[in-house]
């Protein structure tokens, strides 16, 4: 019922004051795409997807890639230990491998400090974190430190596995999820000392595995999606001198309360996204047993989140998905289902994510043929550039 209520307002909106704001130069999408064995770059003209390069090594995972204007961009290999750097061709805008060294094993996401002469790699794999110094002119990776993430992990799971390393908005520290340890850790960047200097505790068998940061005034928040439980957390950020803290102030279901999923059991809440207007949030509801998964959408207001809608991901498994660099649309990786890559519209007014893919790749055409018979292999990663 909200959903009708506010789209009659947003037509109703759009009749009386049409959109004067300029169309982007160009109105396509350039893509970075990962699968099993596969980093692929791509196009989104605005009414469908293009596979434009690749470049397949056997073996690899390359489940998360950060980019850096204007041509290079880093990997992961989830599957070993390897971070490699790549190039973008400024005319094919293919990707061209230039160097890789060895960190920690089971990477899974990047995140530059910023001036981005420095790299984090949160290590769900082997519970690490790496610190790169990628300050060179070339972009190469040099080994700056290896962290052991501190404390006990929760008994259930035997191992820490942090998921991401998000910088937080004053630019000084890594928020770090960790998914097997049921705790945030705090990595502290100052003086480049990269120290854990606080760890907030979760409920056992939460599993935190992303999050994202909201900025209301003077008051910064974190949202954070635990796959375990599928629950969405909102912490508020406390400064101190020398100190980052989180205060929990709302726990909800990372599906509201309106669509729970089939299977509780499986469910798995995947990645969450945080809209520049720092009022939408978007998580994904992951292994849901219903027919398809889903993108639900939370909007902030007040110090809290509350469930807006949720739209079917296309297909099962939506470990990731991104927003374009203009915000008018949402891309998402499944890896199973229909739709391997689907596009959808977002309502920038209202945040509203339009129910039908504008476009969408089946999985027959982005799964390395060598992984084609097992299940699950479609693309883990997907980013505008
Ligand atoms: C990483 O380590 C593996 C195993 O020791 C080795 O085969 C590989 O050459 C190393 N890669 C780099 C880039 O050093
Ligand atoms: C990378 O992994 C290889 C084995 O796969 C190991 O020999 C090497 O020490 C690892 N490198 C680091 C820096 O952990
Ligand atoms: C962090 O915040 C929590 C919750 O408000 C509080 O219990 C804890 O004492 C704080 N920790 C530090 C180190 O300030
Ligand atoms: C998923 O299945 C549950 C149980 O059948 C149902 O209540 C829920 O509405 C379904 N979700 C969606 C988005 O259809
Ligand atoms: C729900 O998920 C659990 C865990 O994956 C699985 O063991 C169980 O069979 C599923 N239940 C149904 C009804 O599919
Ligand atoms: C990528 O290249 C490999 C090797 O040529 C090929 O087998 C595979 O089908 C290509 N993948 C896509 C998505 O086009």
């Known amino acids: ?157 035997g191992a820490h596995h942090p998921h991401q390393a998000l910088l937080d908005p004053t630019g000084r520290y890594f928020v770090i999820p960790d998914l097997g340890g049921d705790s945030v850790h705090v990595l502290d960047s100052k003086d480049d000392k990269y120290e854990i200097t606080n760890t907030i505790s979760l409920p056992v068998g939460s599993g935190p595995r992303h999050g994202g940061f909201i900025t209301d005034g003077d008051t910064h928040y974190y949202a954070l999606a635990t796959e375990l439980s599928s629950e969405l957390y909102l912490f508020e950020l406390k400064y101190d001198d020398d100190k980052l803290n989180l205060t929990q102030v709302q726990k909800q279901s990372t599906y509201g309360a309106a669509f729970p999923p089939a299977n509780a059991t499986s469910a798995a809440a995947g990645e969450l996204v945080v809209a520049s207007n720092n009022r939408d949030v978007y998580v994904s509801n992951r292994l849901s047993g219903n027919e398809t998964d889903s993108i639900a959408h939370f909007t902030y207001s007040g110090a809290k989140l509350d469930f807006y809608d949720s739209v079917s991901s296309g297909g099962i498994l939506p470990r990731m998905f991104s927003l374009s660099t203009d915000e008018k649309l949402v891309f998402v990786a499944n890896q199973a289902g229909d739709a391997a890559l689907a596009a959808f519209k977002r309502t920038e007014d209202s945040g509203e994510l339009d129910p039908t893919p504008v476009a969408t790749l089946p999985q027959e055409s982005l799964v390395a043929p060598a992984l084609a018979a097992t299940p699950s292999m479609g693309p883990q990663f997907v980013l505008e550039i």
């Open 1 to 157: 019922m909200f959903r009708t209520l506010t789209t009659l307002l947003a037509i109703g909106t759009a009749v009386a004051m049409p959109s004067v704001k300029p169309r982007q130069s160009s109105s396509i999408h350039k893509l970075l795409i990962g699968t099993p064995f596969q980093i692929l770059t791509g196009t989104f003209d605005g009414s469908k997807f293009a596979i434009t390069g690749n470049h397949t090594a056997a073996g690899t995972a390359p489940s998360w890639m950060l980019y850096k204007s204007p041509a290079l961009f880093y990997a992961v290999n989830e599957n070993a230990n390897d971070t490699s750097l790549f190039t973008l061709d400024c005319g094919t805008g293919n990707p061209t491998f230039k160097s890789a060294a060895n960190g920690s094993s089971g990477v899974v996401f990047l995140e530059f400090n910023s001036d981005k002469t420095r790299m984090v790699g949160a290590a769900y794999g082997s519970g690490m974190i790496d610190v790169w110094d990628v300050s060179a002119q070339d972009g190469s990776l040099k080994l700056l430190k290896n962290i052991v993430v501190p404390g006990e992990p929760n008994p259930a799971q």
